[in-house]
């Protein structure tokens, strides 16, 4: 989405009775989208989902998180992501190191740098890979009416979700880990393991589920969008980063021979592997009507929140709307609006 997009798209979603709405970071700058979307409405949260921490020191987007929090009067969210090493050494051109511990670190110097500016002290951070212990007056901002932001980390192997039941507020889950029984059999108790080695409730730790749901108001719609999501299904396992989620549940043999095209470069070789087993598996599908009963029998209990895509047609948002609010009134136990 051009960033031009972005207010339109953010008063959409407002109007469709979100609470939240997460931006990614992929052709154009996260922040900049968190910037246009938190300026053009009035309730809705905006969460980066995710930036790539590692391009970036932790004062740079310390900087952005406290000057968009005091924009939006509390409603920004700090999506972070390490994204793979040929992408921090070669695209970004930063240095890699282990990401898990090296997350640990920056977020504990985003909270340090955070707390400093709040609370008028010193800037005392010494860590494996990060010091900061310099804040001149001139650079020094102004205390918040709202100074706890949310950070909320992409974690998608054991290490990365330890640490985000460590140090934050919630776990962005990838599209591909997403399935229940991935979120129920792996990643709560690598949260709770996490959590609960900080000393920390594993509740205090928020798990959001972004299934690559297929709706539509017709079954041709819901058809063409499980065509979609096979396809970026058959992208995303073709890398072995990903492919533990098929291994536990007895797809191993999609998964190698996936990476086997996808390293020969026969791309288009690769959605014929990914069956209707397997899209059943990961991909939630219904008609408007229907996807509110089932999102909700696979989530309740087991994820804080769902992330949706809006519909692609406008004209759709009025049905659309009734899905937002019967999922609301599932978690809430109220009656639908």
């Given at each position: 989405?051009?960033?031009?997009?972005?207010?339109?798209?953010?008063?959409?979603?407002?109007?469709l009775?979100?609470?939240?709405?997460?931006?990614?970071?992929?052709?154009?700058?996260?922040?900049?989208a968190?910037?246009?979307?938190?300026?053009?409405?009035?309730?809705?949260?905006?969460?980066?989902?995710?930036?790539?921490?590692?391009?970036?020191?932790?004062?740079?987007?310390?900087?952005?998180?406290?000057?968009?929090?005091?924009?939006s009067?509390?409603?920004?969210?700090?999506?972070?992501?390490?994204?793979?090493?040929?992408?921090?050494?070669?695209?970004?051109?930063?240095?890699?190191?282990?990401?898990?511990?090296?997350?640990?670190?920056?977020?504990g110097?985003?909270?340090?740098?955070?707390?400093?500016?709040?609370?008028?002290?010193?800037?005392?951070?010494?860590?494996?890979?990060?010091?900061?212990?310099?804040?001149?007056?001139?650079?020094?901002?102004?205390?918040?009416?709202?100074?706890?932001?949310?950070?909320?980390?992409?974690?998608?192997?054991?290490?990365?979700?330890?640490?985000?039941?460590?140090?934050?507020?919630?776990?962005?889950?990838?599209?591909?880990?997403?399935?229940?029984?991935?979120?129920?059999?792996?990643?709560?108790?690598?949260?709770?393991?996490?959590?609960?080695?900080?000393?920390?409730?594993?509740?205090?730790?928020?798990?959001?589920?972004?299934?690559?749901?297929?709706?539509?108001?017709?079954?041709?719609?819901?058809?063409?969008?499980?065509?979609?999501?096979?396809?970026?299904?058959?992208?995303?396992?073709?890398?072995?980063?990903?492919?533990?989620?098929?291994?536990?549940?007895?797809?191993?043999?999609?998964?190698?021979?996936?990476?086997?095209?996808?390293?020969?470069?026969?791309?288009?070789?690769?959605?014929?592997?990914?069956?209707?087993?397997?899209?059943?598996?990961?991909?939630?599908?219904?008609?408007?009507?229907?996807?509110?009963?089932?999102?909700?029998?696979?989530?309740?209990?087991?994820?804080?929140?769902?992330?949706?895509?809006?519909?692609?047609?406008?004209?759709?948002?009025?049905r659309?709307?009734?899905?937002?609010?019967?999922?609301?009134?599932?978690?809430?136990g109220?009656?639908?609006r």
């Open positions: 989405m051009p960033l031009a997009a972005v207010p339109a798209h953010a008063r959409r979603a407002e109007a009775g979100f609470d939240g709405l997460l931006v990614p970071e992929a052709v154009d700058d996260g922040v900049l968190a910037l246009l979307a938190l300026e053009h409405t009035e309730r809705i949260r905006v969460a980066t989902g995710v930036v790539v921490a590692f391009a970036r020191s932790p004062m740079l987007l310390a900087q952005d998180a406290w000057a968009l929090q005091r924009l009067r509390g409603r920004f969210e700090l999506g972070l992501g390490p994204q793979v090493r040929g992408n921090v050494v070669h695209r970004f051109g930063m240095p890699w190191s282990p990401p898990a511990p090296r997350m640990r670190d920056y977020v110097a985003l909270r340090a740098v955070f707390e400093c500016w709040q609370s008028g002290g010193e800037l005392r951070y010494e860590g494996e890979h990060y010091r900061l212990d310099r804040m001149q007056p001139f650079f020094r901002p102004e205390p918040l009416e709202h100074p706890r932001i949310p950070i909320a980390l992409g974690a998608v192997g054991p290490h990365m979700t330890r640490v985000a039941g460590e140090v934050a507020d919630a776990l962005l889950a990838h599209p591909t880990q997403s399935e229940p029984g991935w979120l129920r059999d792996v990643v709560r108790p690598r949260l709770a393991e996490g959590a609960l080695s900080a000393g920390r409730s594993p509740g205090a730790v928020r798990l959001f589920a972004n299934p690559m749901t297929a709706t539509g108001g017709s079954r041709n719609a819901v058809a063409a969008e499980r065509e979609q999501a096979r396809e970026v299904l058959a992208f995303t396992f073709a890398t072995p980063a990903y492919r533990a989620v098929l291994d536990h549940h007895g797809f191993g043999a999609v998964a190698d021979e996936l990476q086997a095209l996808a390293g020969k470069g026969e791309w288009s070789a690769l959605t014929r592997l990914v069956d209707d087993d397997v899209l059943e598996r990961f991909v939630p599908s219904g008609s408007f009507e229907e996807i509110p009963d089932v999102l909700a029998q696979r989530y309740a209990g087991l994820a804080d929140a769902i992330a949706l895509r809006l519909p692609r047609d406008p004209a759709d948002d009025e659309f709307a009734k899905i937002v609010a019967a999922l609301r009134a599932e978690r809430t109220a009656a639908p």
